[in-house]
């Protein structure tokens, strides 16, 4: 064990702790736990909503894909900085407006039902849980090239750490890990790209023709087709990351931080621009680890890739800049973490316990007490799944939480807002024909099933053809909240109007 790595290590988890601790003595009310009571500012949100969105896929899985496959990897960050669109023209303050704690108080703000709310809380946890594997297979890689812990221990032991984060601090504690994480993680990637982008004398030109010669790829390392050879494929993975931002519920939840809409504009603003400068200093890492760590050194290290971000600031610095990116790469992780148990907890104790369960009759002691217990539950479900997809690239597995997110929770968030003649029966059909038709899709496809043994989780030939089953069940999201409309016969009162209002205005 590389004792520079551990006591680096060492001093992020217990800046953390320490977090936590203070914030735990401020968390009192269910205000305060969900959602910080509403007291962060633009920049605050603005850093932590970043912090959230600069995940382990990004900075570990886009800087592999992006190592191992060029242009095609450089597909990921463009769909995730294009999605921040989609968020601010039509989501952000419409949302912030209408809800309280979580998603379903959004939508339950036109619709007063159990089951609806029931069928938004059940999309956030499942969202949550699948973006959370991905965090969780990234701290796996990253323990065992660093510590040595084999990938079960790996993550088991972060699985841990995230849950005593929620458990005690909730969204304030969250948040601060977030933005520290932010700041952190953004220095990291200006200092690692400013190092590569020297050894190629700061010249784009003689970095991009080196690239060429620096792979077993040789020219098409810089042209489309590497990775993804299919065109539909290609759209499919651009559908979701484009719109699935707009469905992540522990994005979405960061809305209800700040005091009013103009506020949560502001801080998707400010994340927007952070997050574009990152995902900008990507490239640089991921030809920086092809070129300086070896191609071959890099799959030796992780067959997907998921390592070429601390295996370039070892080949750079030596063991302590190896040290500090790896430490902010475990902060990253574990902040994203606590953000996703959190969105998932709120989910059960707000919607399923609270509202549906006892009908609204719970003191703030009960929710909370709720929260916590359902923070275990959801770390439990994510870290035993995690042990089984160890093999997959993190940046794919979180395009499939996006592709779950555009068809399960988009199309009801969009009618909710938008469209008037919606009812209860479109707006389980929709959200149920999403989220089903995209796991069955994922289950059928060639990320589970590979002729070649090791290749997948199991071997045989995939049904489904596509990796991302986006283009398929984004729209079958909107088409099923559209026929449980017309052909249902049910037409239930809802405050269409008073949302309407409510939505532009926040009056």
């Not at 921040?84 to 912030?96: D, G, S, T």
């Not at 070896?294 to 070892?314: H, R, S, T, V, W």
């Not at 729209?475 to 052909?487: E, H, K, N, S």
Request: glycine fraction near 10%; include cysteine; hydrophobic fraction near 55%.
């Amino acid at each position: 064990m590389n004792m520079t790595v551990f006591l680096v290590f060492s001093l992020v988890v217990l800046l953390s702790l320490v977090i936590t601790y203070m914030a735990a003595k401020k968390t009192k009310t269910t205000s305060e736990f969900y959602t910080s009571g509403g007291g962060l500012t633009g920049w605050q949100n603005g850093l932590a909503i970043a912090g959230d969105y600069m995940s382990a896929g990004a900075f570990l899985g886009v800087t592999g894909m992006i190592a191992l496959n060029g242009f095609d990897g450089f597909l990921y960050p463009i769909g995730f900085l294009v999605g921040f669109l989609v968020v601010i023209y039509f989501i952000a303050e419409p949302f912030r407006n209408l809800g309280k704690y979580t998603v379903a108080d959004m939508v339950a703000s036109r619709f007063n039902n159990t089951k609806v709310r029931g069928v938004v809380a059940l999309n956030s946890i499942t969202i949550s849980i699948f973006y959370m594997i991905a965090q969780l297979v990234g701290a796996g890689a990253l323990f065992k090239l660093l510590l040595g812990l084999d990938y079960t221990t790996s993550v088991i032991t972060v699985g841990i750490l995230m849950t005593v984060y929620v458990l005690f601090g909730g969204m304030t504690a969250t948040s601060w890990v977030q933005i520290i994480k932010a700041v952190l993680l953004l220095g990291t990637t200006i200092a690692l790209s400013l190092i590569v982008f020297a050894k190629f004398d700061f010249s784009l030109i003689k970095m991009f023709q080196h690239m060429i010669t620096a792979t077993p790829l040789g020219d098409k390392y810089l042209s489309p087709g590497v990775k993804f050879t299919n065109g539909i494929d290609t759209l499919s993975l651009n559908l979701a990351l484009v719109l699935g931002t707009a469905g992540l519920p522990h994005i979405l939840i960061r809305f209800f931080t700040v005091k009013d809409a103009s506020t949560a504009r502001r801080s998707i603003i400010y994340a927007t621009w952070l997050v574009g400068l990152f995902f900008a200093l990507t490239i640089f890492l991921g030809f920086g680890a092809t070129a300086f760590v070896g191609y071959d050194n890099i799959i030796k290290a992780n067959a997907a890739g998921n390592m070429a971000a601390p295996l370039l600031a070892k080949a750079l610095g030596g063991d302590l800049l190896f040290a500090v990116v790896s430490a902010v790469a475990f902060a990253t992780i574990l902040a994203v973490v606590a953000g996703l148990v959190l969105s998932a907890a709120s989910a059960f104790a707000h919607d399923i316990y609270n509202q549906i369960w006892r009908r609204g009759n719970t003191t703030e002691k009960q929710q909370i007490a709720a929260a916590r217990w359902a923070s275990v539950g959801v770390a439990v479900i994510s870290i035993f799944l995690a042990l089984f997809v160890q093999k997959l690239n993190v940046a794919f597995l979180i395009a499939i939480a996006y592709a779950i997110g555009a068809s399960a929770s988009l199309p009801i968030i969009v009618c909710t807002i938008y469209w008037k003649k919606l009812n209860v029966t479109g707006a389980i059909t929709g959200m149920l024909t999403g989220l089903v038709s995209c796991i069955l899709l994922v289950v059928l496809g060639p990320n589970v099933w590979n002729p070649v043994e090791g290749k997948a989780i199991l071997t045989g030939m995939p049904i489904f053809p596509l990796a991302n089953p986006g283009i398929i069940s984004i729209p079958l999201g909107f088409i099923g909240a559209y026929l449980g409309t017309v052909l249902s016969r049910k037409r239930e009162k809802d405050n269409y109007n008073e949302v309407l209002v409510k939505a532009n205005t926040g009056i």
